[in-house]
C-alpha cells in the first residue's frame, strides 16, 4: 500500500505561489485581450462586408478546429524566433511567459467572440433600429446601446469560460513553463512525492474552479429574480 507524505508541501508552498501567480497572468491577460479581441471580431463577423465577415469566420474557425496544446507548442517555437528577429533580443532571451501568454490570447479570442457575436444577437433588433433612428451611426449604437446590454446577459458565459481557461493553462507544461501545475510537478519530481503534490494541485484547481462556478450560479440566480 502506497505510503502517502505530505511533509514536502508546506516547504513548497512559496515556489507553488510563484507557478500560482504565472497562471493567473496568463489567465487574465487572456481574458482581457480575448474579450477585446473577441468583441471586434464578433462585430467583423456581423459586419455587412463580406471581407471583414469572412476573415473573422476564417479566425474563428481556424482556432476552435486545432487543439490548445499545438498552438501553444507552435507559438512556443515561433513568437521566439519573431521577436529576436524583430527587437534584436538575446537568443538566450526566456519568451516562454510571452509566447503562452500570446497564443492563449489569441485562441482565447476564438471563443469569446462566439459569446459576443451570440450576446449581440440576443438583444432585440428594435434596438438597434432606435438608436440609428436618434441619429446614432453604426458604431455609436453598437458601443452605447448594444454591447452594454448584450455584455450583461453573456456575464455567466464570460465567467464560465474564464474558469475553463485557468483549468487549461496548466497545458503551458508544454514549453517547460512553471506555472501552478509545472511547479508542483517538479517539487513532486524532486522530492518524490509526485502522488501527493499533483493530488495537492488538483484540490487547489478544484477548490478554486468550484467556488468560481457557485459564484456564477448565483450571480445567474440573482440575474434572473
Request: glycine residues 6%; proline residues 4%.
Amino acid at each position: 500500500m502506497y505510503d502517502f507524505d505530505w511533509s514536502s508541501i508546506p516547504g513548497a508552498l512559496p515556489f507553488l505561489w510563484q507557478g500560482m501567480k504565472v497562471s493567473l497572468e496568463i489567465t487574465l491577460n487572456a481574458i482581457v485581450v480575448g474579450i477585446v479581441w473577441g468583441t471586434l471580431l464578433a462585430m467583423m463577423r456581423l459586419s455587412r462586408s463580406k471581407l471583414l465577415s469572412w476573415f473573422a469566420a476564417g479566425y474563428v474557425n481556424l482556432f476552435r478546429s486545432i487543439p490548445l496544446v499545438m498552438v501553444l507548442l507552435w507559438f512556443f517555437l515561433l513568437i521566439p524566433q519573431v521577436l529576436q528577429s524583430m527587437f534584436g533580443l538575446s537568443p538566450v532571451a526566456d519568451m516562454r511567459l510571452t509566447s503562452a501568454m500570446i497564443g492563449f490570447a489569441l485562441f482565447e479570442s476564438a471563443y469569446y467572440a462566439e459569446i459576443i457575436r451570440a450576446g449581440i444577437q440576443s438583444v432585440p433588433k428594435g434596438q438597434a433600429a432606435a438608436a440609428h433612428a436618434l441619429g446614432m451611426s453604426y458604431g455609436q449604437a453598437m458601443v452605447l446601446v448594444i454591447l452594454p446590454q448584450a455584455f450583461r446577459n453573456m456575464v455567466p458565459l464570460l465567467l464560465t469560460q474564464a474558469i475553463i481557461l485557468f483549468q487549461d493553462t496548466s497545458l503551458v507544461y508544454v514549453s517547460a513553463l512553471a506555472d501552478f501545475f509545472g511547479a508542483a510537478y517538479k517539487v513532486g519530481d524532486r522530492d518524490g512525492r509526485l502522488v501527493e503534490l499533483l493530488l495537492f494541485a488538483g484540490l487547489v484547481y478544484f477548490v478554486i474552479c468550484y467556488s468560481t462556478s457557485l459564484l456564477v450560479k448565483r450571480f445567474q440566480k440573482r440575474k434572473t429574480v
